[in-house]
């Protein structure tokens, strides 16, 4: 594939508004598009155009000399005056395929994602720990992006974040940024975060907490007095919990639920959900908040299942939510569907339930034509 065609590829996708772009041998270049795969009117691509573009991709990485050692590798690819993405190289029936997400060249603000004002708030917090969490591709670095965001207008502070790779580019208004990649700038998380510690910064970002050590410095650093940010990949706030605990072996999580309860300042679950009208996807966050009765539920396992309550009991004071009201606000207020709200969440029949008692009081199908009759006809002419 020629080069110039695989950036008017990428172009188009921006503008089209996806969310990743895909290359596989076998098919043509598909783009996710308001969480729907959508083929590009392309030809079917073949294990030398999937080559070429991981090479040009990969561009000065001394990875590039060795794409035929690879199995799977983590980079980034800058498009000039459009966006950055993230990249995803793997190998699938021995040949080689990408998958780009991508990632705004403006860094967003918490009101452009439609989240609540509880999420400034917690980006607030000066010392603790807080967590973004859900499935791939539900937002959770531009929610993490917004948090940044509002502290680098509102206070001096030195932030050190721990990317892999680095997504959203932070220049320094209030704050100063010292953007870290796993890869180029440091061997891995762990080693970046212990060194963390010994470069004065006030709020860390963590793109993972994946395994036991990470997390662990993690917690040091929020018991030694730093704010913490960082990611997981569960479903709702319950789950994260259970995961963060779960990951240490049974003699040490009486000790890690100790460290979280004290730790924790909040905890953001989200899911993206169609809106109503078919344009786009909005947030719907589960937000639970440091209070005396969260901490006791995360200290001990026996009230694990009052978290939910708990979330749903504190919307008023503390601007907690459950998913069922966030969806049910969301969906009284015109912004999806019935079946979108009760498809998103995680149980139906009780969503139903709590759009019974609301009272309301808190309130696809895409191709190329969709593009510029510019970028279609550099797409179709190859």
């Known amino acids: 594939m020629d080069i110039k065609i695989l950036d008017t590829l990428l172009a188009a996708g921006v503008?089209?508004?996806?969310?990743?772009?895909?290359?596989?041998?076998?098919?043509?270049?598909?783009?996710?598009?308001?969480?729907?795969?959508?083929?590009?009117?392309?030809?079917?691509?073949?294990?030398?155009?999937?080559?070429?573009?991981?090479?040009?991709?990969?561009?000065?990485?001394?990875?590039?000399?060795?794409?035929?050692?690879?199995?799977?590798?983590?980079?980034?690819?800058?498009?000039?005056?459009?966006?950055?993405?993230?990249?995803?190289?793997?190998?699938?029936?021995?040949?080689?395929?990408?998958?780009?997400?991508?990632?705004?060249?403006?860094?967003?603000?918490?009101?452009?994602?439609?989240?609540?004002?509880?999420?400034?708030?917690?980006?607030?917090?000066?010392?603790?720990?807080?967590?973004?969490?859900?499935?791939?591709?539900?937002?959770?670095?531009?929610?993490?992006?917004?948090?940044?965001?509002?502290?680098?207008?509102?206070?001096?502070?030195?932030?050190?974040?721990?990317?892999?790779?680095i997504e959203f580019l932070h220049s320094n208004k209030r704050s100063s940024f010292s953007q870290r990649e796993v890869g180029p700038d440091t061997p891995?998380?762990?080693?970046?975060?212990?060194?963390?510690?010994?470069?004065?910064?006030?709020?860390?970002?963590?793109?993972?907490?994946?395994?036991?050590e990470t997390i662990d410095i993690a917690l040091k650093a929020a018991e030694t007095g730093h704010m913490v940010f960082s990611t997981v990949h569960t479903t709702d706030v319950a789950k994260t919990i259970g995961r963060i605990v779960g990951v240490f072996p049974n003699e040490e999580q009486v000790a890690v639920r100790a460290r979280l309860a004290d730790n924790l300042k909040g905890v953001i679950s989200q899911r993206l959900v169609p809106c109503a009208d078919g344009k786009g996807r909005i947030v719907a966050a589960e937000i639970l908040v440091a209070t005396n009765a969260t901490r006791e539920a995360v200290r001990n396992p026996e009230k694990a299942g009052t978290i939910t309550d708990l979330l749903e009991r504190g919307s008023d004071q503390y601007g907690m939510q459950s998913f069922d009201q966030h969806l049910s606000r969301l969906y009284r207020q015109g912004k999806i569907s019935l079946e979108a709200a009760k498809s998103a969440s995680t149980s139906p029949t009780d969503f139903e339930r709590a759009l019974a008692f609301d009272d309301g009081s808190s309130d696809s199908s895409t191709d190329a034509s969709d593009f510029s009759s510019d970028d279609e006809e550099v797409i179709e002419l190859v």
């Open 188 to 212: 891995s998380f762990t080693t970046a975060l212990r060194s963390a510690l010994r470069q004065d910064p006030d709020v860390i970002l963590v793109g993972e907490m994946r395994d036991p």
């Open 15 to 165: 503008k089209a508004g996806a969310s990743d772009l895909h290359f596989k041998v076998g098919d043509k270049p598909v783009f996710r598009i308001d969480g729907d795969l959508v083929p590009v009117k392309y030809n079917r691509l073949t294990s030398v155009d999937t080559t070429a573009i991981c090479q040009h991709l990969l561009g000065d990485d001394p990875t590039a000399d060795k794409l035929d050692q690879i199995s799977e590798y983590d980079a980034s690819y800058s498009l000039e005056n459009s966006a950055r993405f993230r990249v995803n190289i793997y190998r699938q029936r021995g040949t080689l395929c990408c998958i780009l997400r991508v990632i705004p060249s403006e860094v967003p603000n918490v009101a452009d994602l439609g989240l609540p004002e509880v999420i400034k708030t917690l980006a607030a917090e000066e010392r603790g720990l807080v967590l973004v969490t859900g499935a791939t591709g539900s937002g959770k670095s531009s929610t993490l992006a917004a948090m940044l965001h509002h502290i680098n207008q509102t206070r001096p502070a030195h932030v050190l974040t721990i990317e892999d790779p």
